[in-house]
């Protein structure tokens, strides 16, 4: 649970009014306006894990980490500290795991390696998810099956498979399925052993990739592939552009993300960037 002090810097950090939320009732427009305004502030980033950095799960880290030192986290950080600002605001909320659908096949087997929040609000549940990257729902949606549910970023829908739900969303007039999860809510120990592996493991895509995509408002999404920046927007062409030096990253991720550069720019960790994303093997692979 956050303490006041924390909460109130929170709100300041998703620029939302301290005072006019402290008191308020849980309700689909609070949960809505906080979901929106925590994707906007704080982006979904694989830059600490292609830095080798150690993620750490306990609240306090992860306060400090998205909220103080504006670095954005992952999916385990980032839902982490929506469900405690949710559950200081009075939501009925549990943490439940995904694993990621390839080729819009989820008999695929495949570890869960995603986490995502369900919220239980006047006897209806909803899927919040504030950690998936670059196609992350950005309003709660309803955990029903085969309801298409409008957002300002897209389609979103619901589907079964077997004693699981599916989560696709239209790009491109087709729909991509993206993560399957079922009801299980899991604790602490569970998420360590996710969190462990797609951190740590040699061949994680966390690891091998570097991702970060951040949303605005009027369904605009910003995301980062190594060295591929897009700028999408519902309705309009995207945007893309090559980035070709460090210091073009560095100022992509303070000016377009909302990341605090400031512990990334060290000898150590810029030499990592440098040979991860313009090392000449790299190039030779097509990035």
């Not at 992350?136 to 004693?163: C, M, S, W």
């Not at 951040?214 to 910003?222: L, S």
């Amino acid at each position: 649970m956050l303490t006041n002090q924390q909460f109130q810097s929170y709100c300041q950090g998703v620029r939302l009014d301290y005072a006019q939320y402290s008191n308020r009732i849980p309700s689909l427009d609070v949960l809505t306006q906080f979901q929106q305004a925590h994707l906007i502030s704080y982006p979904f980033q694989s830059l600490s894990t292609v830095l080798r950095e150690p993620i750490q799960l306990e609240d306090e880290i992860v306060f400090q980490k998205i909220v103080m030192d504006q670095r954005g986290g992952y999916c385990y950080e980032l839902n982490g500290l929506f469900q405690s600002v949710l559950r200081y605001l009075g939501f009925d909320v549990e943490t439940l795991s995904a694993y990621i659908v390839h080729d819009n096949n989820p008999a695929l087997p495949k570890a869960k390696t995603h986490t995502l929040l369900k919220v239980n609000l006047n006897q209806q549940d909803y899927l919040v998810d504030v950690g998936f990257g670059g196609l992350v729902p950005t309003i709660p949606l309803k955990l029903e099956a085969n309801l298409i549910q409008h957002t300002p970023h897209g389609l979103y829908q619901l589907t079964r498979f077997k004693d699981k739900y599916v989560l696709s969303t239209e790009v491109n007039g087709q729909w991509k399925m993206l993560y399957a999860f079922d009801l299980n809510v899991q604790n602490i120990a569970d998420l360590e052993v996710g969190n462990w592996f797609v951190s740590t493991h040699p061949h994680s895509p966390f690891r091998t990739r570097l991702m970060l995509s951040r949303i605005e408002a009027n369904g605009i999404r910003h995301n980062l592939l190594n060295t591929r920046y897009q700028r999408h927007q519902l309705g309009k062409a995207s945007e893309s552009k090559e980035l070709n030096s460090l210091q073009a990253l560095f100022n992509l991720l303070s000016e377009v993300f909302f990341i605090n550069i400031s512990s990334i720019k060290t000898t150590e960790k810029e030499d990592i960037l440098q040979r991860f994303l313009f090392s000449s093997s790299r190039l030779s692979r097509g990035k």
